[in-house]
């Protein structure tokens, strides 16, 4: 019989090596990548059936990464694997199509179970967050609620957050500088920030990027 087989996100080398042994021992670890975009290259080439993913990564975070693979009918089941006990984190990840939401401190024999959890068809959250989570659900709580952006106005916040200036993020995304320009200030003006220091802050301190 098969070993069911696991992707790999996270951009931290030394933890990723640390649980591909772990993961090795139950089951096929088909690859390990360590941001956003290849994650989505790697889930279509590689066809895993569960994808344990970290939410802060360069590039594209876990959270829109998995809501790429979801618009395109991925069925792999999704655990994300973080540093963040946070409740509200709890309610994106399974409103963008997570199945299990487990705490990088709490890796180990509960990732093994979380994984065989979802794979029956089971959700699973750390127990220590499974309580708040589902009071913050059932209230209709979602501390994400000002992070709707179009997917423009995401990729401009990575690359600003990324460092890049506007005549840069202009060339990458294939735009005018004042179009970028515009973006910038459309986003501070929906997140409530009034500088770009406090603009970078805002998805940082949510860990939906990479610091």
């Known amino acids: 019989m098969s070993r069911p ?16 042994s772990l993961l090795e021992e139950e089951f096929e670890l088909v ?21 344990i993913v970290d939410i802060s990564m360069p590039g594209l975070n876990g959270f829109d990464a998995v809501r790429q693979l979801k618009k395109e009918d991925m069925t792999a089941k999704i ?37 065989g959890q979802v794979l029956a068809g089971h959700v ?13 659900e059932s209230k209709g709580m979602d501390g994400t609620q000002k992070l709707k952006l179009t997917p423009r106005q995401r990729e401009v916040l990575q690359l600003i957050i ?3 200036t506007m005549k840069e993020i202009a060339a990458r ?12 200030y459309a986003l501070m003006d929906g997140l409530g920030v009034e500088s770009t220091a406090e ?9 939906l990027t990479s610091t």
Not at 31 to 51: K, N, S, Y
Not at 124 to 136: D, F, K, N, Q, W
Not at 199 to 207: D, E, F, R, T
């Open 5 to 20: 087989k696991i992707l790999l996100a996270d951009d931290h080398t030394m933890f990723a090596q640390g649980l591909q």
């Open 31 to 51: 690859g390990t990548v360590a941001d956003g975009q290849a994650l989505v290259e790697a889930a279509h080439r590689l066809h895993p059936d569960v994808i």
């Open 79 to 115: 655990i994300f694997l973080t540093m963040h006990a946070d409740d509200s984190l709890v309610a994106e990840a399974f409103r963008c199509g997570g199945s299990g939401y487990v705490l990088k401190q709490s890796a180990g024999e509960e990732l093994i179970a979380a994984i």
């Open 124 to 136: 699973y959250v750390t127990p220590i967050l499974a309580r708040e989570s589902a009071r913050c």
């Open 162 to 164: 990324e460092g890049c």
């Open 173 to 184: 995304l294939g735009i005018s500088t004042r179009t970028a320009e515009s973006h910038k």
């Open 199 to 207: 603009l970078i802050q805002y998805p940082i301190k949510l860990g």
